[in-house]
């Protein structure tokens, strides 16, 4: 598989809640972020490549994060990379 990444991944684990279209929701942990994204652990929770969800930061001390609206670009074996929209890059 050709790297298509243009920023760095940093390796940090947060709690997100993953909304699809039909409105279910899962939680789950992050591998890692970038400044264009995010890779999702999951096993049983794999929305379809080019899904627009909702992610939510959960559990932070100060409250839960703003809600944001990403893609679904790729999946693996252990979970999926989603990709930030509206950010004025594409």
């Known amino acids: 598989m050709t790297e298509k990444r243009r920023t760095d991944r940093t390796k940090v ?3 997100v809640e993953v909304t699809v279209p ?3 929701s899962k939680r789950l942990k992050t591998q890692d972020i970038s400044d264009g994204g995010v890779f999702l652990l999951a096993d049983d929770f794999f929305p379809e490549v080019g899904t627009l969800v909702d992610i939510q ?3 932070l ?3 839960d994060a703003p809600r944001l609206q990403m893609e ?3 999946h693996t074996d252990n979970g999926f990379g989603l990709r930030m929209i509206n ?3 594409d």
Do not use: Q
């Open 22 to 24: 039909e409105g279910d």
């Open 57 to 59: 930061v959960v559990g």
């Open 72 to 74: 679904v670009v790729r």
């Open 61 to 63: 001390p100060g409250g």
């Open 87 to 89: 950010k004025g890059d």
């Open 13 to 15: 684990t947060f709690v």
